[in-house]
């Protein structure tokens, strides 16, 4: 039950990204993020990556025939904390993310 007990504590939330040749941020940092989910995209393949900017091909790639891409507190550590970037390699594409954020109880609850 404890990880009941854990989805009690988090909101979860959908968005589309439309991202093209140019590094674009999907999502700021944030110390509250526990969970990132990143959809491929329809067509192409989307790169994405933590820091100031990311380059075509140089870090996580996602092609249309993959699964999302799960970033979890549970197996990524500190990664969902992260800001991340993306790039597709050509074209533009709408990536779907889900997003995850702790919060705590109103009524103090743990």
Known sequence: MESLHYAQHVKTGFRTVSV??????LCSPSPDRVLLVICPPST???TIS????????EGLNLE???????IGIDNMMDLPFR?????MSAGTASIGIFEGLYY???????
């Open 83 to 87: 800001g991340w970037k993306a790039i």
């Open 64 to 70: 249309v025939s993959d699964n999302p891409l799960v």
């Open 20 to 25: 093209s040749t140019t590094s674009l941020e």
């Open 104 to 110: 705590d109880h109103p009524n103090g609850d743990d």
């Open 44 to 46: 192409g393949t989307l």
């Open 50 to 57: 933590i820091g100031t900017s990311v380059v075509a091909g």
